[in-house]
């Protein structure tokens, strides 16, 4: 007899994709995505929560590090304030141009993103602390787990934290995984994990959320 774990299986997690309906620019986005390297796009279950946390926050100011190719953003604007500004930074000029054009085909005015192009150490410094109701990290840990410091001291009290991706292949979990980014999901949950100043939960929804909300 098989039994089901308490998990959703395959198939509650394909119901929870198609649930989250997409846009004709967000499926235009992810097939872009899909022809890029390096830049994974999430989930649209994954999406629809990020615009569920923008919405309950009522965010107006929200960074995203990684742009996946605008899939996430295109999410994560619909879910903010309609006078809301949504800051992108990526290093990868292809994953950049990607962004733009989906931002642009969703019909989303200049004002209501910003595009930075640079690494996760040349930007953050030049962000202000505690100016952001939400920061998401969209892209590989490798290229923000040693800036976490620095991405978790954006959020004002109450702001939210999103890191998408420390459940992707069950490796976190698996103490023989001993690749750089499994040991750098490690270090990023850990840290969050035992922050005073924040709650955390992992969602287990795609490849996996690590959410946290600064509480002072």
Known sequence: MNVEGPGPGRDGAAYADRFAAETPALVA??????????????EPAVGATLAVLAAGAAARTVVSIGSGGGVAGLWLL???RPDGVLTVLDGDPEAVRATRRAFGEAGHPPGRTRMIFGTAGEVL????PGAYDMVVCAGAPTRYAAHLGAVLELVRVGGTVV??????????AD???RDEQTVAWRDVARAVRE??????AVLPI??????????R
């Open 29 to 42: 986005a992810r097939s872009r995505v899909a022809r890029l390297a390096g830049a994974p796009s999430v």
């Open 78 to 80: 619909e879910g903010m």
């Open 125 to 128: 410094p030049r962000l202000s």
């Open 163 to 172: 890191c998408h991706g420390l459940l992707a292949g069950d490796r976190i």
């Open 175 to 177: 103490p023989r995984a």
């Open 195 to 200: 922050h005073e100043h924040l709650t955390s």
């Open 206 to 215: 795609g490849a996996g959320l690590l959410v946290a909300v600064r509480r």
